[in-house]
């Protein structure tokens, strides 16, 4: 068994952080204006340009560096500081309260009759262009 450090495969990290971001190689391709074919061979190579690894960071959200030093068991060590109470304590990384201060089914019947305006609207438009002919 060889002693020698895994190497340091930056596609991997890639997948992996983009997994976590809950993004497909399709949407990643489509951020970087490119295909999904790249967006996979870029995940299977061991090292990556430093410019492409910028802009695949801004994609992604994160940082180079971040890129960089990813690792699984860091981030199992990452969640591991949270506890059920610290989504109650004001100190926690995620205690804010977000609760809806609208109710969603009142912005739904609002857009439906946005939408519902545009259309009546662009079937007067159409009307008006058929008298005028």
């Known amino acids: 068994m060889s002693t020698l450090a895994k190497p340091n495969h930056i596609g991997r990290k890639i997948s992996r952080i983009r997994e976590l971001r809950d993004m497909k190689q399709e949407?990643?391709?489509?951020?970087?204006?490119?295909?999904?074919?790249?967006?996979?061979?870029i995940e299977n190579s061991e090292t990556i340009d430093e410019d492409k690894l910028v802009e695949i960071a801004k994609a992604l959200g994160v940082t180079a560096e971040a890129i960089k030093n990813f690792s699984e068991e860091n981030m199992i060590n990452y969640f591991n500081t949270f506890?059920?109470?610290?989504?109650?304590?004001?100190?926690?990384a995620f205690s804010q309260n977000h609760q809806c201060s609208f109710n969603p089914l009142d912005k739904v019947v609002e857009l439906y009759e946005r939408l519902v305006q545009v259309e009546k609207e662009k079937n007067e438009y159409l009307e008006k262009l058929l008298k005028e002919k």
């Open 27 to 41: 949407a990643l391709a489509q951020a970087l204006g490119t295909n999904q074919q790249t967006v996979s061979a």
């Open 83 to 92: 506890n059920d109470t610290d989504f109650s304590n004001s100190q926690g």
